[in-house]
């Protein structure tokens, strides 16, 4: 079946820069858009962007432009999610989600199971 | 950019009653590209309706989604224990950005 693994909790300091794995299994790695959404505690979700694993395109959404970097190792089918210059309110937790859909359609399914990243000094 | 405004913030049902949540768009959403997403404490989101209408695989029929345009709606005809949780939408039109409401959250009464 489709997964997708995470890698375990992060505790970083301001300044600082986190990178998130996402390895996937079930499924042709190169075939499926990779996204990435973030939750703050006790809030919604907020989507930061795509990758195309299979061409290592990207897009990012606004907000995370020039501090999100997403990259993949389609050897060891794996995406990650690197985020620089952390503030508190960066503090979340950080999910990678594939796109439902071989051809690129912004649906999420199915969801990996979460990295909480904790920015604190 | 399309916000999306989902109500109510929180609805209070009994098991065995009907559930209707809203969500509004600040504009049309193209193709009614919109998807609910159902997450529990503790888990990651789920998806249970994509095109306004369809339910992704593994969903009861208990669930059911419609709309067009701006106005969209969520549906679970008979409440099941397993069913309390908070309900996201998203509009999907752009292959360029995404956006979410806010979420409903769906407690016990």
């Known amino acids: 079946q489709v997964q997708l693994v995470q890698s375990g909790a992060e505790v970083k300091k301001p300044g600082a820069s986190v990178k998130v794995s996402c390895k996937a299994s079930g499924y042709t790695f190169t075939g499926y858009y990779m996204h990435w959404v973030r939750q703050a505690p006790g809030q919604g979700l907020e989507w930061m962007g795509w990758i195309n694993p299979n061409s290592g395109g990207t897009n990012y959404a606004q907000k995370f432009q020039g501090r999100v970097t997403m990259t993949r190792d389609t050897s060891i089918s794996t995406a990650y999610m690197e985020l620089s210059r952390l503030r508190s309110d960066d503090t979340a937790v950080y999910y990678c989600?594939?796109?439902?859909?071989?051809?690129?359609?912004?649906?999420?399914?199915?969801w990996g199971q979460g990295t909480l990243v904790t920015v604190s000094s | 950019e399309i916000v999306l405004t989902q109500s109510p913030g929180t609805l209070s049902l009994s098991p065995g009653e009907r559930a209707t949540l809203s969500c509004r768009a600040s504009q049309s959403v193209s193709s009614s590209y919109l998807a609910w997403y159902q997450q529990k404490p503790g888990q990651a989101p789920r998806l249970l309706i994509y095109g306004a209408s369809s339910r992704a695989t593994g969903i009861p029929d208990r669930f059911s989604g419609s709309g067009s345009g701006t106005d969209f709606t969520l549906t679970i005809s008979r409440l099941e224990p397993e069913d309390f949780a908070v309900y996201y939408c998203?509009?999907?039109?752009?292959?360029?950005?995404?956006?979410f409401g806010q979420g409903t959250k769906l407690e016990i009464k």
């Open positions: 989600a594939r796109d439902r859909e071989a051809v690129h359609v912004n649906l999420f399914d199915p």
């Open positions: 998203q509009q999907y039109g752009s292959p360029t950005s995404n956006t």
